[in-house]
């Protein structure tokens, strides 16, 4: 009698077994790409808003535009220091009027009223949110990290331009005042990592609001 002839299984075990390694690898990748995001959240959310002007997020430029234009702006300044941070911290002058497209400079002081050093980290943005594509930072201590010294006082220069633009955007024409925001917090704390956190939802929320 002829034996009967069933189908070699091993080349369907391999298969299996080839498959579940290429899953394996994804699921892998995929966790050690959500931790390292974690660890790089703040650069990321700092490259994405100054590219985008998302959230009234400013922009960062490296030259002044060719064009200064007659109309001008009104730019205030506020600041806003967290309570687990032992600073005052305050613009030097309330407000400006620029002209579109011209250079401006402007200064912040921190005093570290601790008897240690200590180090805080600011995040900033502009109103009107809308703005926030037209202000262009030339110089700016925004995101990195600042150390001072027991009783230590700091003028912190911002250097910035609106950009011309502006002036050609319809929905700019009733934007005649601009307030640049700072807000600094206790480095590698909590309250700032609940600050980014705000951030991010009041991007989602204004995102929505704005579509059409």
């Given amino acids: 009698m002829n034996k009967d002839h069933r189908p070699d299984s ?4 391999s298969d299996l077994i080839r498959k579940n390694k290429i ?3 994804i699921v892998v990748l995929a966790v050690i790409g959500m ?3 974690s660890f790089a959240s703040v650069p990321l959310y700092r490259l994405f808003c100054q590219v985008t002007g998302f ?3 400013t922009q ?6 060719d064009t200064v234009l007659e109309r001008r702006v009104k730019v205030q300044f506020n600041a806003d220091t967290d309570r687990n941070l032992p600073w005052s911290f305050h613009p030097e002058q309330r407000s400006v009027e620029v002209q579109i497209g011209a250079r401006a400079l402007i200064s912040y002081k921190a005093h ?3 008897g240690a050093p200590t180090a805080g980290t600011a995040i900033y943005n502009v109103t009107p949110l809308k703005a926030g594509k037209y202000f262009h930072k030339i110089q700016c201590f925004c995101f990195d990290e600042q ?3 027991p009783g230590q006082a700091v003028s912190m220069p911002v250097m910035f331009y609106i950009d011309p633009a502006m002036d050609e955007d319809p929905g700019m024409n009733d934007v005649s005042v601009i307030t640049l925001s700072y807000t600094f917090f206790k480095a590698n704390s909590s309250a700032l990592e609940q600050a980014l956190e705000g951030f991010y939802n009041e991007d989602d929320n204004t995102a929505q609001n ?3």
Avoid: H, M
Avoid at 10 to 13: E, F, G, H, Q
Avoid at 60 to 65: D, E, I, S, T
């Fill in 210 to 212: 704005t579509r059409f």
């Fill in 60 to 65: 960062v430029a490296q030259n002044l535009p």
């Fill in 23 to 25: 899953v394996g690898g």
């Fill in 55 to 57: 959230g009234g997020t």
């Fill in 147 to 149: 150390v001072l010294g």
């Fill in 35 to 37: 931790i390292g995001l």
């Fill in 10 to 13: 091993r080349p369907a075990d």
């Fill in 112 to 114: 570290n009223k601790a």
